[in-house]
């Protein structure tokens, strides 16, 4: 009479088993990646670990504008236009063959989908750069750049000064109106954005920059990394009203040092 019950038991197991198995085995497959076409071998590990869901598309509306051929490996600019697309969530700028990666992420709040900074090149590398937007795609696009290499590795030339620390955080910036409802903001901070990775100098760079509105509201937050090039060089285009109007940067180092600058939108468009 007990033998039913038992080899019922024994039948479920089994079938539950294969569903566990099933299911893990679903949820650790590969998920299909589009071919890149900068051919890079660090392709697949840069999708796994910075655009992370189920849909990725190389897509030329991401323009990415750097010099090719690389005259200065410690300050490398690149300009990134996503306007093209809608409803942006966040940018994330890679240079795949550096020892460290990830250049920084931007979330526009209330920006263009834009942003223009300089970046340390260990060697020839892939500059990639994923836009996420609202719909969870990535939407990825890149410039191969050949470079002879060591921007990462060098000491910043703040260190040829031993009185570096005293300009730290001194900044120089412009605002102008593009349009009604847009500003241009161009600023050079003073940091030696330590990579930590030449000899004798800890990691020490910025690694926190807001833009905020005089209200305190949000319209640019960004994260920094340590292949940004030393004294930071960055160009945003934050949303603003029509007449003149405040606007205040905040930024951080990694030794919790923090810096604020006020700066003024003017209400006429510069021609």
Known sequence: MRGKPIARSIVVGVIVGWLCLSGSALA???RALPEDPLQSVMWKNMAERFFPGDHIVIDQRVIVDIPI???DQMQLPVTVDATELKDVVEIVALADLNPIPHILTIRPLKAQAFIGFRVKVEQSTPIRVGVLTKDGVWHVNGVNVSAAGGGCTA???AHSNSQWYKTLGQARAITKRESPGSARLA???RHPMDTGLAPGIPVFYMNKLQVRSAS???LADLELFEPVSENPTLTLKPLVGDG?????VYARDTEGN???YPLTVPAEIEQ
């Open 258 to 260: 923090e810096f604020e």
């Open 155 to 157: 000491p910043a030339n």
């Open 28 to 30: 650790t497959a590969p």
């Open 69 to 71: 051929e690389v005259e």
């Open 244 to 248: 003149e109007e405040e606007l205040l």
């Open 216 to 218: 305190g509201e949000a």
């Open 187 to 189: 600023m050079r901070l």
